[in-house]
């Protein structure tokens, strides 16, 4: 909830960026100048060079090569933490510090231990945290939560998904360095679609499930099997293969009297099967995909909505995620990533 006292008689809000990078250009970063009520005013990034670059670009008047100095910004009222998620908690808690909300990349953090103690840090301040979970409200998941919500599907009775992509050919990204990202790609994508599925069926419980790495030069998982229970006792299955020469990103979500699948990660038309035929629905993305849900950011803060994701609900998709990964890891209450010697789950050679 947002703090009345802190937004009362305020018709914007004034953004600063923590980590200015290829997430910000297109997907994110355009958004908070274009939201209604929402202006981007400062950015950072630790080369001061690249920085000023993005600055000019996107016609934001300041930026800094220091986060402790944009955060302390007087005419910055919110924080958009956009670096890996090794720092999300460190500058989030900063934020929460000086004052100030923040809206986190995604995933939330490495595990769950680091969100929950951001979401002590915005509690004890009275502070609002959200994270970037987009898809929350894009076009063709609302349409999808309409049809859940009308009863078109009649009454649910299943949810599928597989995601699979050659990703095991590339080692060079910090998205699988278990120490930036606290584990594989499953956390950069997989994430997306657990708290979608939090999102549209309810939080998940009876989570199990196992992590392996099966083909990949690298030492974190490439494979991952999630088997969960969602609200009025659905069974669910979602699989991600990260070592496959084929591709695939489909869920499905079976009921009684019809059945919608759709892509997640991609922007592929909604499909609706019921007795009556099939019908296809072109909900195209936005040009910046998290617009929508910025802009529920911001009115959630200037106290006119409500913003569907929280640093609650996205700890709730960590908790998933941690549960599923934690004998791949040996655990996942520590700082597992220093121990990579240790993991059980590493292939050997």
Not at 63 to 70: I, S
Not at 118 to 131: E, I, N, R, Y
Not at 242 to 266: H, K, N, P, W, Y
Not at 320 to 336: C, P
Request: with cysteine; net charge neutral; glycine share 10%.
């Amino acid at each position: 909830m947002s703090n009345p006292a802190f937004y009362s008689g305020r018709s914007v809000v004034r953004w600063g960026i923590i980590g200015c990078g290829d997430v910000t250009e297109i997907k994110s970063g355009p958004g908070f100048q274009k939201a209604a009520g929402s202006q981007l005013v400062a950015v950072m990034r630790r080369d001061a060079a690249k920085a000023e670059d993005y600055a000019k670009r996107h016609g934001v008047p300041r930026w800094y090569a220091d986060a402790d100095a944009l955060i302390a910004d007087p005419e910055v009222d919110a924080i958009y933490v956009a670096t890996p998620p090794d720092t999300h908690a460190h500058y989030a808690i900063k934020a929460a510090g000086a004052g100030k909300p923040a809206y986190v990349e995604k995933p939330m953090a490495r595990h769950l231990p680091e969100c929950d103690r951001m979401v002590a840090a915005f509690a004890a301040a009275k502070l609002p945290l959200f994270v970037a979970y987009y898809r929350r409200r894009l076009p063709r998941f609302l349409l999808v939560e309409e049809f859940l919500k009308s009863g078109r599907l009649g009454t649910l009775t299943g949810a599928t998904y597989r995601y699979a992509a050659p990703f095991h050919l590339a080692s060079d990204s910090w998205r699988i360095n278990a120490t930036s990202a606290g584990g594989g790609h499953f956390l950069d994508v997989g994430s997306h679609v657990l708290d979608l599925f939090d999102y549209l069926l309810g939080p998940l419980n009876g989570i199990s499930g196992r992590a392996a790495n099966l083909a990949s030069n690298y030492a974190v998982e490439d494979a991952v099997a999630v088997n969960f229970e969602a609200a009025g006792g659905v069974h669910g299955v979602a699989l991600w293969n990260f070592t496959s020469a084929a591709r695939d990103d489909t869920m499905r979500l079976t009921g009684t009297l019809g059945e919608v699948t759709c892509s997640i990660l991609g922007n592929d038309p909604v499909r609706l099967e019921t007795a009556q035929g099939v019908e296809i629905f072109e909900r195209p993305n936005p040009p910046h995909v998290a617009q929508p849900l910025i802009q529920s950011v911001v009115e959630d803060l200037l106290g006119r909505g409500a913003c569907p994701s929280t640093g609650e609900s996205a700890r709730r998709t960590s908790r998933v995620m941690d549960t599923v990964l934690a004998d791949y890891y040996g655990g996942r209450t520590d700082e597992f990533w220093l121990r990579e010697d240790t993991w059980p789950g590493r292939r050997s050679g």
